[in-house]
């Protein structure tokens, strides 16, 4: 396989976009030809979760590359639920590292405030086991609460914890000016003070307001190209080192130990194993944090720390996880502060380790980053891709 | 009409499985068809529960107990959840009733109370 580099990188402000679906794709994009200073696209995937249930729009690849002006180029769209981000760039790597094509254009965009907040939750929602989960009611909140209160009694996970993270990530999106979340918060105000119930009320118990990713609009883009090409462009060489992918059990009661995240476990080490890397060589991490819960179980089972004592929050309370801290996870603020357009978070992922790497990150920026790492969740955790990136020059 | 909610037994090897899947999961050997309805029993206990109150159009009431429950032989069901104060561990028996009318259409399912 040939390697494979990251030439552009370019994004929306996550928030309520008031233009058109294709425009929210398109418009990352042209940001990232901007940043390249390449125009050539052989080939353009979108990522995209909900277009034709929330937006009424199907085939939006189709209007993408048109509204790109980069017809005659191939392009479709990459669904995999709210992994579809970084399932497109692992299809884009593969096109590049194939020799197939030399540069191919991943983009992901979703437009979820077109619908209520409830429309929303539902339509996430159809991802569960239509007979055995979806027809109860279940939903992502409240699979998220089951497992979380799970884990609380085996690892004594705390409510304390949850907002540990919350506030950590929403604090960091003040630093990010595209994150949809722009408000300061404190464990005071979402659990300690007599307001806390009224501030942050339960969404599925134990989880709160505040352990809940924002709906939020938005549109990332990554340009993926070979060697040749990279060299070519005048910007840091980023190398997408690995891609790993694993899947699990449709529905979440089937699964064995019911406290895993399997497929986490397997995507990281597949990713790692292709970049030749370990989990101890990452210098910063973006993870899936939909819930609060998942940043402290994913840092366990993708290697960051050990799982066997639930050391994920224990990293949490000693600091290592802040911007400054030895492992920075979510420096962009994560899905809980920077947002989750569903199709286009895996790509926003990329997109802040590609920024991180680069050096370009500003006040938020982790000293001498040279390898991130991003881990894209599916499902309750049934289909999981992480993304290894090296800095090489 | 009484309703029942069955688990899959493979035809080969005899494994369980909940929901319906084509393939066995542990063999891997079968084809479609080639399991036995049996039917779940209808005690457990409550491995995890949650109260969500934010919740599909469907559902008008402030709010609604889920939860997942090991039943009597090892197979797990997430199912609706009526029960004043969940515990981790309690026994519960469930019965198949309406969990969901989406318009004219009612859905059935398992429903757990305090054994």
Redesign the interface.
């Known amino acids: 396989m040939r390697p494979v580099y990251v030439i552009g990188i370019g994004i929306t402000s996550f928030t309520r976009l008031e233009y058109p679906l294709s425009e929210i794709a398109a418009y990352p994009a042209m940001m990232a030809m901007k940043d390249a200073g390449w125009k050539e696209i052989d080939h353009l995937y979108v990522a995209n979760m909900g277009s034709g249930r929330v937006n009424h729009q199907t085939g939006l690849a189709s209007a993408v590359v048109d509204t790109l002006s980069l017809t005659p180029a191939g392009a479709e769209v990459i669904e995999n639920g709210p992994a579809s981000g970084a399932s497109a760039i692992k299809t884009g790597l593969m096109a590049v590292a194939s020799g197939l094509h030399d540069v191919v254009m991943v983009t992901g965009a979703e437009r979820m405030r077109e619908v209520n907040n409830l429309e929303a939750t539902e339509f996430i929602a159809t991802l569960t086991h239509p007979l055995a989960e979806y027809i109860y009611g279940v939903t992502l909140p409240s699979l998220a609460a089951m497992f979380t209160r799970l884990y609380m009694e085996k690892y004594g996970v705390t409510e304390r914890h949850l907002a540990m993270v919350a506030v950590k990530n929403q604090n960091n999106a003040l630093l990010n000016e595209f994150a949809h979340l722009q408000q300061e918060i404190s464990i005071e105000g979402i659990l300690d003070s007599p307001e806390a119930m009224t501030n942050n009320p339960y969404v599925a118990e134990p989880l709160r307001f505040f352990d809940c990713c924002p709906v939020s609009d938005g549109g990332a883009c990554v340009i993926l190209a070979s060697e040749e090409v990279a060299r070519k462009v005048e910007r840091p060489l980023v190398r997408l080192a690995g891609v790993g992918q694993a899947t699990d059990t449709h529905a979440v009661h089937e699964r064995e130990e019911p406290t895993d995240l399997l497929a986490v476990r397997r995507a990281a080490a597949k990713s790692f194993g292709m970049a030749g890397l370990t989990p101890s060589d990452v210098d910063v991490a973006e993870l899936h944090d939909a819930f609060t819960i998942l940043e402290i179980v994913e840092s366990e089972e993708v290697g960051f720390f050990p799982k066997g004592e639930g050391e994920g929050h224990l990293a949490l309370e000693r600091g290592e996880t802040a911007v400054g801290g030895k492992l920075p996870i979510n420096p962009s603020g994560g899905l809980k502060g920077r947002g989750h357009p569903v199709g286009a978070t895996g790509v926003a992922q990329a997109h802040e380790i590609v920024h991180q790497l680069r050096g370009e990150a500003g006040e938020r920026q982790v000293n001498d980053a040279k390898v991130g790492f991003t881990c894209n969740f599916g499902g309750f955790g049934n289909n999981v891709v992480c993304l290894t990136f090296v800095r090489e020059n | 009409m009484s309703r029942e909610i069955y688990a899959y037994k493979c035809r080969k090897c005899g494994h369980l499985h909940?929901?319906?899947r084509m393939v066995c999961?542990n063999c891997g050997e079968n084809e479609h068809n080639e399991f036995d309805q049996v039917p779940l029993p209808k005690r457990g206990k409550l491995?995890?529960?949650?109260?969500?109150?934010?919740?599909?159009?469907?559902?008008e009431v402030p709010s609604?107990g889920?939860?997942?429950v090991e039943l009597e032989n090892g197979i797990?069901?997430?199912?609706?959840l009526r029960v004043d104060d969940p515990k981790?561990g309690m026994d519960v028996r469930g019965e198949v009733e309406i969990?969901?009318r989406e318009g004219y259409d009612e859905?059935y399912?398992m429903i757990f109370y305090e054994a």
């Open positions: 909940y929901p319906y999961r491995l995890t529960w949650t109260r969500a109150y934010s919740l599909p159009a469907d559902f609604l889920l939860g997942i797990r069901i997430t199912g609706q981790i969990v969901r859905r399912g």
